[in-house]
């Protein structure tokens, strides 16, 4: 009888060290995100393509955590590509490239405006964050950020405070003008710089998404501790890469 039990004992004990090893060679691996979600395929003939997201959806973790990632990309943004798609179907926006849509954007209907907007943006926000990534600019977009705001610091109080007293929906921008010089500035809804519907217009660098669904889960109702958070994650390589094709346009 009792070695009856001491067997029964090791065997559950070893199942359960078997099932712990299990978890922690899964926990190591992050699994690329097409192999959890099927993207959206654009139908032929349509220039706009759904890309994959750049990292898997714990990357950016713990300033954006995964469940957030992983409902913003698959759901949010693969709603606004599909919604976007239908809001073309038939038309010659199928061929148009995106940034002609913006420039002309005041022509078009507010289906069209809020889903290209929402399409794009997303794309654009999460390229310019990356895991690990250096935590400031440097070469000429450092030295156009200090000529634009005086200093890094003051340039980061600029875009934090213009992505919290965004009312309601929005993002948050850095901006490179018809001059070659930076501003900040926030658009509402899914608006962004380009679009001819904007008072100050010109090419943007870096952004934020400052909707609730962007942080709500993680941070509620404290959008400063979120938009705090997003310095330790932005791809400082890529603005440099956005304001270097910017300024030689
Ligand atoms: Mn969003």
Not at 92 to 115: C, G, H, R, W, Y
Not at 116 to 137: L, S
Not at 168 to 192: I, P, R, Y
Not at 221 to 242: C, G, H, S
Request: charged content about 25%.
């Amino acid at each position: 009888m009792r070695f009856k039990l001491v067997f029964i004992l090791l065997t559950a004990i070893t199942l359960v060290n078997c099932k712990n090893e299990v978890k922690k060679v899964e926990e190591e691996t992050p699994k690329p995100v097409a192999a959890v979600f099927e993207l959206p395929v654009a139908p032929e003939g349509v220039i706009h393509k759904f890309a994959p997201l750049p990292y898997s959806y714990d990357a950016l973790e713990p300033y954006i955590d995964a469940k957030t990632m992983e409902i913003h990309y698959s759901k949010h943004h693969v709603g606004y590509y599909t919604k976007f798609l239908d809001a073309i179907k038939g038309t010659e926006l199928e061929k148009t490239p995106m940034i002609e849509i913006f420039k002309n954007i005041s022509s078009q209907s507010d289906a069209v405006k809020n889903t290209a907007g929402g399409y794009w943006n997303h794309e654009f926000f999460w390229n310019v964050m990356v895991p690990g990534g250096a935590k400031e600019p440097t070469g000429n977009l450092l030295e156009a950020i200090n000529k634009n705001f005086g200093s890094f610091e003051d340039f980061k109080k600029q875009f934090s405070e213009a992505g919290a007293k965004r009312f309601g929906s929005g993002w948050a921008w850095l901006v490179v003008d018809k001059e070659g010089n930076l501003f900040v500035n926030s658009t509402a809804n899914q608006d962004n710089p380009i679009m001819n519907s904007e008072t100050k217009q010109g090419i943007p660098v870096l952004t934020i998404d400052v909707w609730e669904h962007a942080y709500y889960l993680k941070y509620q109702n404290k959008r400063t501790d979120y938009l705090d958070a997003f310095w330790n994650v932005v791809n400082w390589d890529i603005v440099a890469k956005n304001y270097n094709k910017a300024i030689t346009k």
